[in-house]
């Protein structure tokens, strides 16, 4: 048995050490906001937190989130009300948003360590998230909003 903490619970799973956590997070935790898309770690669909850091779900064994704090798109928020998601919202980021979970946990991490980032840091925070719907200009938009709520909050 291999115990992850996810969104805050602790999870016991009967799985090899070696399975992506994403597979984990998706067909036994069923958590599905996290999506597959390259299965290479390039797109950037299978985002979520190890530890706050973006992190690639799709390439990382289970083994490695051991005593780790795992942190999906489920777990940003109870009520869709980071400021992210409602940036997100407002703007009408997505497109097809298959990508747009991967997307706003990758701008949660820079947010986190950057509340105030510049085009050029979100430009190089957000590189490894593909969309091929091309909402860059959004998403940048979007990270800029959701940076003002956040301190607007504060």
Known sequence: MIELTINGSVH????SAEMPLLWALRDIIKLTGSKYGCGKGLCGACTVHIDG???RSCVLPISAAVGKQVTTIEGLSENADHPLQQAWMELNVPQCGYCQTGQIMSAASLLNKNPQP????????????????????RIRSAIHK??????EVK
């Open 53 to 55: 850091e973006a992190t």
């Open 12 to 15: 016991q799973l009967d799985a």
């Open 118 to 137: 510049s085009d050029q840091d979100i430009d190089q925070a957000m590189s490894g998230n593909l969309c091929r719907c091309g909402t860059y200009p």
């Open 146 to 151: 959701a940076a003002k709520l956040a301190r």
